[in-house]
């Protein structure tokens, strides 16, 4: 399956109660050959309007993060674990990212990224493993399946509290750092980012 057969058959997805509330199939961003996925939760309401990941205050947000380290839509791929909107923004229910995890399980299989980074404790419960703590763990790295992958905080919750933000900077160099070694293909020749 190639990814428009994958998306067109995603967008018909009823396979959680999420499909009778959405607005949107909110499938996900980015370039089909990028070598640097990042995974949030779940959309919110602006995603849900407009049928594209992180496009509200935290994906303002997001892109900001990731222009200081030269990345951004144009060569990463961003999606989410689920990918209708829960209800008021809640968390996804287990039962609700069960149903929705073989999309992106089959995303990441085409994309057949060498980064993952997950946005936030559910994505990174979900992915890299069930006791992750966010505050404990973010900015560590992972190895499953000859991908690296670590977590960094949800930009919503950089939006809630901004003393969170030296950590995530860090991170943020620390990701970039292993990007230019994994996939330096990714970074215009003779563009460097701001330190």
Not at 53 to 63: H, K, R, T, Y
Not at 180 to 187: D, G, H, I, K, S
Request: charged share 20%; net charge neutral.
């Amino acid at each position: 399956m190639d990814f428009a057969s994958l998306r067109a058959a995603c967008l018909q997805c009823q396979a959680c109660g999420l499909s009778q509330t959405r607005h949107s199939v909110v499938f996900g961003v980015g370039p089909e050959d990028a070598p640097i996925l990042f995974i949030g939760e779940g959309p919110g309401e602006q995603e849900d309007l407009q049928g594209e990941p992180f496009v509200g205050p935290a994906g303002q947000l997001l892109d900001d993060m990731l222009s200081i380290i030269d990345l951004g839509r144009h060569n990463c791929y961003i999606a989410n674990i689920v990918k209708c909107r829960p209800p008021h923004n809640r968390d996804p229910l287990e039962t609700e990212q069960e149903a929705c995890i073989g999309w992106l399980r089959a995303q990441t299989r085409l994309l057949r990224p060498k980064i993952i980074v997950c946005l936030g404790r559910i994505a990174a419960m979900k992915i890299i493993d069930p006791a992750f703590r966010i505050s404990r763990d973010h900015g560590q790295w992972y190895a499953r399946a000859g991908v690296q992958m670590m977590a960094m905080f949800h930009p919503s919750a950089l939006l809630r509290d901004p003393a969170k933000r030296p950590e995530t900077f860090r991170d943020l160099k620390a990701l970039q750092a292993k990007a230019q070694q994994l996939c330096p293909e990714v970074f215009s020749a003779g563009d460097s980012a701001p330190v």
